[in-house]
């Protein structure tokens, strides 16, 4: 069993940053990936940024592209989102899940497990 916690959320306005932190515990393989998923209500949970545990493998999603830096602490078994430039439409629910493996997936099915999630709120 995995067990992913997200927190870092909070209220912030247009333009600030947020640092989001995924904690990784349990029974874990060494390659592994971590994904940043978001749902804003009424939407899609959405694919933003992946990190590969082993390789220097990131993906991000178009929209956050050059604002958003996926990072990792393996010692921490710690994964952050750097978050930058924040817009309104970034407001929802930010999830981690984790994926075994080394490529970087952006299929939310393609991910076994998940965090309760974090609200992040953009203000403008």
């Known amino acids: 069993q995995v067990q992913l916690e997200e927190s870092g959320g909070g209220l912030v306005q247009v333009g600030g940053s947020l640092r989001l932190s995924c904690g990784v515990s349990?029974?874990?393989?060494?390659?592994?990936?971590i994904g940043w998923f978001r749902q804003a209500p009424g939407k899609e949970r959405e694919f933003v940024a992946g990190i590969s545990r082993i390789y220097s493998d990131t993906r991000y999603a178009d929209p956050v592209k050059g604002r958003f830096t996926i990072s990792r602490n393996n010692p921490n078994n710690t994964v952050y989102l750097q978050m930058n430039s924040l817009k309104p439409e970034d407001t929802a629910v930010y999830y981690c899940?984790?994926?075994?493996?080394?490529?970087?997936?952006?299929?939310?099915?393609?991910?076994?497990?998940w965090g309760q999630g974090t609200q992040v709120t953009v203000s403008s």
């Open positions: 349990g029974r874990t393989p060494n390659n592994y990936v």
């Open positions: 899940a984790i994926a075994f493996g080394i490529v970087v997936l952006t299929t939310r099915d393609q991910y076994q497990y």
